[in-house]
């Protein structure tokens, strides 16, 4: 599987833009990029995910470069209950065996009231 | 709207004992999974199911078995809990598809005595 990696620790204040980096230089064609998130003492929970354009939801955006080598997930407005562990992923698409995702140690954003 | 349900919460388990980790989902999703992770880490999958009555092996499988009798259902068992099973243990869900994301538990948490 390909690799990610991301900074260990963040910290931003609250209200400001989350710029979160991820590189995956050996990212494949057919890999896709998916941002997970942990609040302590929960299960993950999906952010959300891209293969080659700029992805939007109510969550985040999703920056994705040009060569496909580093992503960027954008939370717009941090609040404190963005504080989080912050995984990003990269997967083949969920079929013909290809259904697992391999978890990293993630960034920890911590937000600055 | 649960989503995705373990049970128990949490429990302790003497050495040598076992017990069965249940996973229900309303969601009617095709692929589950069992996941654990330890103090400071990212989530290891142990095993996982693609459909009813099929399973295969993650990154961790050793010392677990699974069972998918019913599609809303996954079951991990720990034939005989040793202390480094100790750990929070997820359940996870999703469809087939590229990208699909998967829902999590909320966790349990054993420790092995």
């Known amino acids: 599987d390909a690799k990610t990696t991301q900074p260990n620790s963040m910290e931003s204040n609250e209200e400001e833009p989350v710029h979160l980096p991820c590189n995956h230089s050996?990212?494949?064609?057919?890999?896709?990029i998916h941002w997970y998130r942990q609040l302590p003492s929960q299960g993950p929970e999906y952010v959300i995910h891209g293969l080659t354009s700029n992805v939007n939801n109510r969550m985040a955006s999703l920056a994705i470069a040009e060569d496909r080598k580093s992503s960027t997930l954008i939370l717009h407005r941090a609040t404190l209950r963005d504080a989080a562990v912050y995984y990003c992923i990269l997967s083949p698409p969920f079929n013909f065996g290809n259904e697992k995702l391999t978890f990293g140690t993630g960034t920890r954003l911590t937000i600055i009231p | 709207n649960a989503g995705v349900t373990q049970t128990p919460k949490f429990r302790v388990l003497k050495t040598g004992q076992s017990m069965t980790l249940l996973c229900a989902q309303d969601m009617n999703h095709e692929y589950m999974y069992w996941y654990r992770q330890d103090p400071g880490m990212g989530l290891r999958l142990i095993h996982y199911?693609?459909?009813?009555?099929?399973?295969a092996k993650g990154e961790v499988p050793d010392g677990y078995n699974v069972s998918r009798l019913k599609k809303q259902n996954f079951l991990l068992g720990l034939e005989s809990a040793a202390p480094s099973q100790t750990s929070v243990y997820f359940c996870?869900?999703?469809?087939?598809?590229?990208?699909?994301?998967?829902?999590f538990g909320d966790g349990t948490r054993l420790s092995i005595l």
């Open positions: 996870a869900s999703s469809s087939p598809g590229p990208g699909g994301p998967q829902h």
């Open positions: 199911s693609v459909g009813e009555g099929t399973t």
């Open positions: 050996t990212i494949s064609g057919t890999d896709y």
